[in-house]
């Protein structure tokens, strides 16, 4: 069975500081993905990562894929209120019709 | 543009019960569809996948089933509802051109 083990689960902080949330398994994925989700609706895929060592940034979110692909991180810079929300990271698994194995998400809430 | 419809949004439904939740897609043919539970706003369990009319793939045995009786038609049913069904239920499906879910509005499925 592939598994995503994401942490930290929750994760409360003040305006302004850092985070890095992480994404690990012992499996290879042939991509792997993070996507944020507000209460009471749908993910939504903020970004996709593909090559070994691949870093990403979507403003002050940079996304890094391990160099073996079974590993990925999220980082946010100078957090805001507005990044509050469940973020999820989830693998693609090779070969299988575009499934998803997704991590158990982190909860984030950034107070102002 | 390519969209995704869920409903209900919500639904209350006595243990015994039936179950069904509908899901199409517009803007799309032949697309990879896919039933997903969440519990407590947490990491997603893939529940079913189906790559084609008719061809559906269940990933977790319990109390549900699928069905795709047209192209862009999901279908998640129960024939009795369990207290255990109770859950966050999203439809996706695969975007190609932009690879990653578009995740639909959810259904808030409460059994009591």
């Known amino acids: 069975t592939q598994l995503l083990e994401q942490s930290p689960q929750f994760l409360s902080i003040q305006e302004g500081e850092n985070l890095t949330v992480y994404c690990n398994s012992s499996s290879v994925f042939s991509s792997l993905q993070w996507y944020r989700q507000e209460p009471g609706e749908g993910p939504v895929l903020l970004v996709t990562v593909v090559t070994g060592g691949e870093v990403k940034k979507l403003k002050r979110l940079t996304f890094q894929f391990g160099d073996a692909r079974k590993d990925s991180s999220l980082h946010i810079t100078a957090a805001q209120p507005g990044d509050t929300g469940l973020y999820l990271c989830?693998?693609?698994?090779?070969?299988?019709?575009?499934?998803?194995?997704f991590g158990q998400g982190t909860e984030l809430s950034v107070k102002p | 543009s390519q969209t995704i419809h869920q409903w209900p949004a919500t639904l209350v439904q006595p243990v015994g019960s039936p179950l069904s939740l509908e899901c199409t897609v517009e803007g799309t043919s032949n697309p990879n569809l896919y039933w997903y539970r969440q519990a407590a706003g947490r990491g997603l369990q893939l529940l079913f996948y189906?790559?084609?009319?008719?061809?559906i793939s269940s990933e977790v045995p319990q109390n549900l089933s699928a069905s795709r009786p047209q192209d862009r038609q999901f279908i998640l049913s129960s024939k009795k509802l369990l207290l255990s069904d109770s859950g966050f239920y999203l439809c996706a499906f695969w975007r190609v051109r932009f690879p990653g879910y578009t995740f639909g509005s959810g259904t808030r499925l409460t059994v009591v």
């Open positions: 989830a693998g693609l698994i090779y070969n299988q019709g575009g499934k998803l194995i």
């Open positions: 189906s790559v084609g009319i008719g061809q």
